[in-house]
């Protein structure tokens, strides 16, 4: 892209929104992997590692309210972002289909998912208490303190 610095802020700023529909997405449907890097890779294979980590950190800054462990992962969104980044701009010169593809998005996942996964087993004492805690904000009729905060901004839970 030439240097029309509108477009890349359009682009970043869809791509921050498609990382915050799919981080709650995951959040609502309880599933076991989150969608809060599709627009970090999108915009960090199109536009370049910076613009890829700007749409990290907002994204994740806007997932803050409803997610109060979004920002525990940060560095992993920021890590994909460079590496999709620099990957996409140095080894993929065309955007075509192509079986290399597979290996390019094998090789931009594993950095942010050790990433997380050493975040996870850090805060919850393993990778898969993660998805308890998030599931398990009430017990005995009761909210469990700052487990409301999480679901507040999403149901309106006070």
Known sequence: MKNNKTLKITIA??????NIVGANIALVLKLPIYLDAIGTVFSAA?????????TGIIATGINQITDPFAIWFMPSNLITAVMAGVIFKKFYKSYKFSPKLF?????????GTIISSITAAYLFGDIFRIFHYRSN???????NGAFCIYYSGIYGLF
Do not use: D, E, S, W
């Not at 700023?13 to 498609?18: D, G, H, S, V």
């Not at 199109?46 to 700007?54: E, H, N, R, S």
């Open 13 to 18: 700023a869809l791509a921050a929104a498609i």
């Open 46 to 54: 199109l536009l370049g590692p910076v613009y890829g980590m700007a």
């Open 103 to 111: 290996v390019i998005a094998f090789i931009v996942a594993i950095p």
């Open 137 to 143: 904000f009430k017990q005995n009729g009761r909210r």
